[in-house]
């Protein structure tokens, strides 16, 4: 019996040791600015590019768009009144005068502030979607069946015409899509293990230009504004822990800038600041960490607060951006929003 107390007793010791670590790896634990969304039935969050909205998406089959300034809604989403299977992806425009929202088989396009809906169209088996800078074009994951197979590809569709420009594939599930400011390029991460740069210019085998593959499957991945870097972060397994689950690369030249954060690091959301200076990263612990892309070394970290010490959230960091003065907005996939200043020192 004295065996197993003081069994427990190390086990306690060393976890408040690696907490105590945690915490003192981290350089700041306070928020400037903090709020808080509904936090049930939340099924997808979203930041504006520029950290102007948020968007929440239910389970009932709306979303909530929310001026962060003011912390107010100024408008409901709502696809289907029944049946609805919920609000799984969302997509600001950079511009933020568009968003798209979807459901597993349901694509809608609305125009914002007013929230007017512009179209609602069927596709099936939606994964996750993005939108382009100026609101006109869909990129939507899908997992399909053709000719009986299975097929997994991103669909590049025409909002205002309503036509299907290009199919863009991968061996597996898509699960992250990021675009460039200009629209040019689009960047995709998928269970195949690959991360594929593609040239929306070309046509045909030649869209795509650069292809890195990873020990794991690829669960998030941001494009530069300009495209000049790629982030791509695999999901966790003894090989990919090995060699570092985050990586950022050079689009140019195609080599490895930086694996960023340590071995078994797994991130959320990331966002580049406009200059492509600086990039900040989420993490799934719920660590937030800045980092110059040319010296390579980490400049600042915040960790979340947590309700209790003793009790963790289990929310992660769903969505990163700049805000226009600088500083960095945060919201977990539990609605809670947060703003961060930099220490310019």
């Given amino acids: 019996m004295m065996i197993t107390s003081f069994s427990l007793f190390l086990r306690v010791v060393v976890l408040l040791a690696m907490m105590a670590g945690l ?48 912390n107010s809604r100024i408008t409901l989403l709502q ?23 979807a459901e597993s088989d349901t694509l809608a ?23 382009s800078a100026q609101g006109r074009f869909a990129f939507i994951s899908q997992m399909t069946q053709e000719h009986g197979y299975p097929v997994n590809k991103l669909t590049y569709f025409d909002l205002q015409t309503e036509k299907v420009i290009a199919e863009l594939y991968h061996a597996g599930v898509i699960n992250s899509i990021s675009l460039s400011n200009n629209g040019r390029y689009v960047l995709t991460g998928a269970d195949d293990k690959r991360v594929r740069l593609w040239d929306l210019k070309q046509v045909g085998k030649k869209r795509l230009v650069r292809e890195w593959l990873q020990p794991e499957k690829i669960n998030y991945v941001l494009l530069s504004p300009s495209a000049r870097y790629a982030l791509s972060s695999a999901s966790y397994s003894m ?73 963790p959230t289990l929310a992660h960091i769903s969505q990163i951006v700049f805000d226009h003065s600088g500083l960095i907005i945060s919201l977990s996939s539990q609605g809670l929003g947060q703003r961060w200043r930099i220490n310019t020192q």
Avoid at 109 to 129: C, D, E, M, S
Avoid at 272 to 294: H, P
Wanted: charged share 20%.
């Fill in 23 to 70: 915490c003192a790896c981290t350089q700041n634990t306070t928020p400037e600015k903090s709020w808080q969304y509904d936090p049930n039935g939340i099924l997808s969050t979203q930041l504006s590019v520029h950290g102007k909205y948020a968007a929440i998406g239910s389970m009932l089959g709306y979303a909530e768009v929310w001026d962060i300034a003011s």
């Fill in 79 to 101: 696809h289907q009144q029944q049946n609805s299977k919920g609000i799984i992806a969302l997509s600001f425009s950079e511009n933020e005068q568009y968003m798209i929202s």
């Fill in 109 to 131: 396009w609305w125009k914002l502030p007013t929230g007017k809906a512009l179209g609602f169209w069927q596709f099936k088996n939606i994964k996750t979607v993005a939108l």
């Fill in 239 to 311: 090989q990919s822990a090995k060699q570092g689950m985050v990586k950022l690369w050079d689009t140019k030249t195609g080599k490895l800038v930086k694996t960023l954060g340590g071995q078994r690091i797994l991130v959320s959301a990331a966002a580049f600041s406009q200059d492509e200076k600086t990039i900040v990263t989420g993490l799934s612990t719920g660590i937030l960490e800045l980092w110059n892309i040319k010296t390579k070394k980490r400049l600042q970290s915040w960790q979340v607060p947590r309700k209790t010490f003793w009790r």
